[in-house]
């Protein structure tokens, strides 16, 4: 078996732990579907008038709006459940064992990430599979529904990316536990919820630059109108940033941890 | 050749060293036990020793592999099972071991054979389904200790593999760690059990404050520290007269209380009969008599200054020492 495989199979097999352990521990798996769901049952119940205000872009309900806003929030959660995990291991000592067999250190990264995007694609299936049974259409159809189920685990990657660097460089499961709140801040502070248009400044302005917007733009577009190639490239592009940014964070958080010990 | 070599390590974390320039060498087929109190540096050696902490000074090499260049290649020979058990509660016991067989590179359908079969070799074949957050302290190690051996390591790393379980859990342990090293296995053993030390160790080396303090057999170790001694309990006003007898048959030591005699002899238990047949003579009762042989106890109070297992019992830590 060549190194790739060999390292391949490290990675799926470490991801597939990382996803038994959230099944597996209720308050991983509670903030990445109980929560969303929670939230996006009580949003759509109760202001579901948003639709009508003006400048409230054409869409066919408020929960087919709401989708991609409660994807965006699962997979967030998702990213920080996943770095709260690694933090655990960090502090059980399990990644110990990992760091003493014969694999490339960062596959363990990758493993936890490779969970973390697992987890993201079954959210994504979750809320579209809510979505449809409550009656909402896609209008792009399986092609919208398809880049919507790329974009949200592509995006859980990339978040878990950050929440493992955290997690590497603290050790401390309390720590990336605390960054809870501020999740949803950012969260907050995008469109994912509302649309930018209706915002009040600084929020505005503020969502207009996060991220997150592009991010969930890219997800709800395809969902709620149709395909837009500088909207899916805009989210791509924030993706791959935040993807940057966390293997970079976690490639020096990985080789801190492993100077100090 | 050699399965360790140790020359000069060590590791500094900020202005602390806590492992201070050591030399240590285990030969193949060794069980090298390491001994020390908490906060001697052991832990520090053996997380070095297994790659998972860079040294700061020194080299070392494992199954001929320097450990900070060769770092993957020393991954590859060795087993590690590190103090309390780094097990994932979430688990079951034969999913961490499929998993450690996968993480050592061995192809699907060979670890799960491997996991069956070390799962049955350490009597957890019938818990192997559960989840190991409901084991038992025994069945953890034990668990801890199959997962190190998926990849049949040519030198295993065990740290305090028996620490907080029960006589017959650590007894357990002994014996497959006997068993292994008779297939050949190399085995660096840090313990806080002198009686550990002394049932399975080829070799020992007490660590105090970042440095070896001693090395040896443990034989060669408690007859440094001196020979055995006959205690003897005798009838008040006879142990003037006794000791006058006894000088010339062995050294007198210093008496723990005024009924007693302690004369240290060369031969051990063959002494015995001269001694009583000495007294007898002279007409003098003894009460009750007692070989009493050194012990790495003795040994280790003697280097460190402490006695390590009630030392281990208070959990008392040390302060490193400044660089």
Same mark, same amino acid.
């Given at each position: 078996m060549s190194a790739l495989a060999t390292n391949a199979r490290v990675v799926r097999a470490l !991801?597939?732990?990382?996803?038994?352990?959230?099944?597996? #521990?209720?308050?991983?798996?509670?903030?990445i579907i109980i929560f969303p769901t929670l939230l996006l049952a009580i949003q759509t119940g109760g202001a579901s008038g948003a639709v009508e205000l003006p400048g409230f872009p054409p869409v066919q309900s408020f929960l087919q709006f709401m989708l991609a806003g409660a994807m965006m929030q699962s997979l967030m959660l998702a990213g920080n459940s996943g770095g709260i995990a690694l933090a655990v291991d960090i502090e059980m000592g399990f990644t110990d064992r990992l760091f003493s067999a014969p694999i490339p250190r960062f596959a363990i990264v990758l493993g936890r990430l490779a969970g973390t995007a697992a987890l993201g694609l079954f959210a994504s299936l979750w809320f579209l599979a809510i979505g449809l049974i409550f009656g909402a259409e896609i209008e792009s159809g399986v092609a919208g529904a398809l880049m919507a189920i790329f974009l949200v685990t592509a995006a859980a990657l990339a978040v878990g990316g950050v929440g493992a660097a955290i997690a590497l460089r603290t050790g401390s499961a309390s720590v990336v536990q605390g960054l809870f709140p501020l999740v949803l801040v950012v969260l907050f502070l995008s469109s994912a919820f509302f649309p930018q248009e209706l915002m009040?400044?600084?929020?505005?302005?503020?969502?207009?630059?996060?991220?997150?917007?592009?991010?969930?733009? !890219?997800? #709800?577009?395809?969902?709620?109108?149709?395909?837009?190639?500088?909207?899916?490239?805009?989210?791509?592009?924030?993706?791959? !940033?935040?993807?940057?940014?966390?293997?970079?964070?976690?490639? #020096?958080?990985?080789?801190? #941890?492993?100077?100090?010990? | 050749m050699p399965a360790i070599?140790?020359?000069?390590?060590?590791?500094?974390? @900020?202005?602390?060293?806590?492992?201070?320039? *050591? @030399? *240590? +060498?285990v030969e193949e087929g060794e069980i090298f036990g390491f001994l020390g109190p908490?906060?001697?540096?052991?832990?520090?050696?053996?997380?070095?020793?297994?790659?998972?902490?860079?040294?700061?000074?020194?080299?070392? +090499?494992?199954?001929?592999?320097?450990?900070?260049?060769?770092?993957?290649?020393?991954? +590859?020979? *060795?087993?590690?099972?590190?103090?309390?058990?780094?097990?994932?509660?979430?688990?079951?016991?034969?999913?961490? *071991?499929?998993l450690q067989a996968t993480l050592q590179g061995i192809p699907t359908a060979e670890g799960r054979r491997r996991a069956?079969?070390?799962?049955?070799?350490? @009597?957890? +074949?019938?818990?192997?389904?559960?989840?190991?957050?409901?084991?038992s302290g025994g069945m953890k190690r034990r668990l801890d200790l199959a997962a190190a051996l998926v990849h049949e390591p040519r030198v295993l790393f065990l740290d305090e593999p028996t620490t907080g379980l029960d006589p017959v859990s650590r007894k357990t342990i002994w014996e497959e760690v006997r068993e292994l090293n008779e297939g050949g296995t190399t085995v660096f053993l840090t313990t806080?059990?002198?009686e550990e030390a002394d049932q399975l160790a080829d070799n020992v080396g007490i660590i105090d404050s970042g440095k070896i303090v001693a090395e040896g057999t443990p034989e060669s170790l408690k007859a440094e520290f001196g020979n055995p001694h006959i205690q003897l309990q005798l009838a008040q006003g006879s142990v003037a007269e006794a000791e006058s007898i006894l000088a010339p048959i062995g050294k007198l030591l210093p008496p723990k209380d005024g009924s007693k005699v302690?004369? /240290?002899? /060369?031969?051990?238990?063959?002494?015995?009969?001269?001694?009583?047949?000495?007294? @007898?003579?002279?007409?003098?009762?003894? /009460?009750?008599? /007692?070989?009493?042989?050194p012990t790495l106890d003795d040994v280790f109070v003697e280097k460190t200054g402490y006695h390590l297992e009630e030392e281990s019992e208070e959990n008392a830590e040390k302060a490193p020492v400044e660089a």
């Open positions: !991801g597939m732990r990382s996803v038994r352990q959230t099944f597996r #521990r209720p308050q991983l798996i509670a903030p009040i400044e600084p929020a505005k302005t503020i969502a207009q630059y996060n991220p997150l917007s592009f991010i969930v733009e !890219g997800i #709800r577009g395809p969902m709620i109108s149709g395909f837009d190639a500088s909207e899916t490239l805009d989210a791509l592009l924030a993706i791959l !940033g935040i993807v940057v940014l966390g293997l970079f964070l976690s490639d #020096r958080a990985l080789r801190h #941890r492993l100077r100090v010990g | 070599v140790v020359e000069g390590l060590e590791r500094a974390f @900020d202005k602390v060293l806590a492992v201070q320039g *050591i @030399d *240590i +060498s908490n906060g001697a540096g052991k832990t520090t050696t053996v997380r070095m020793l297994t790659t998972l902490l860079l040294p700061t000074g020194g080299r070392a +090499s494992v199954a001929g592999h320097d450990v900070v260049k060769e770092a993957r290649a020393v991954r +590859s020979s *060795i087993g590690v099972a590190l103090q309390e058990a780094a097990l994932d509660p979430l688990m079951t016991g034969r999913e961490l *071991i499929r069956d079969s070390l799962l049955e070799r350490v @009597d957890l +074949s019938a818990a192997a389904d559960r989840r190991v957050g409901g084991y806080q059990y002198l302690l004369v /240290e002899v /060369e031969n051990g238990a063959a002494d015995i009969p001269r001694v009583v047949r000495a007294l @007898d003579e002279a007409g003098i009762a003894v /009460e009750a008599l /007692e070989l009493v042989k």
